[in-house]
């Protein structure tokens, strides 16, 4: 079983910069890609960012040259770096931990979430 904590959500205006933390337990984390989902209200939770084991990534082209998604297996980390935030980007974000060296954009895919950060930007 992995637990996921998120931290680092909050208010910021438009054009601001936040950065997400999501520290995983256990000693497998190495093992599990890492993603990163989004969901505002009465829309559906869509993957923006994933990173697998051996650091390979992927953006959702809305997010492309703004997000840049890291992680620290030595510290069970995974991190989501936001800048150039817009309205738009408003949402809950969660992170997700599948196992395995791969991504999918769909929920059920994925084996373990976080609780959710709330992200709000200001116009």
């Known amino acids: 079983q992995v637990q996921l904590v998120e931290s680092g959500g909050g208010l910021v205006q438009a054009g601001g910069s936040l950065r997400l933390s999501c520290v995983a337990s256990?000693?497998?984390?190495?093992?599990?890609?890492m993603g990163w989902f989004r969901q505002a209200p009465g829309k559906e939770r869509d993957l923006v960012a994933a990173i697998t084991s051996g650091g390979i990534t992927y953006y959702a082209d809305s997010v492309k040259g703004r997000f840049a998604t890291s992680r620290d297996n030595a510290k069970n980390t995974a991190y989501l770096q936001m800048n150039s935030l817009k309205p738009e980007d408003t949402a809950v974000y969660y992170c997700?931990?599948?196992?395995?060296?791969?991504?999918?954009?769909?929920?059920?895919?994925?084996?373990?979430w976080g609780q959710g950060t709330q992200v709000t930007v200001s116009s």
């Open positions: 997700a931990a599948r196992y395995g060296s791969w991504w999918y954009t769909k929920p059920r895919e994925w084996d373990y």
């Open positions: 256990g000693p497998t984390f190495s093992s599990y890609t």
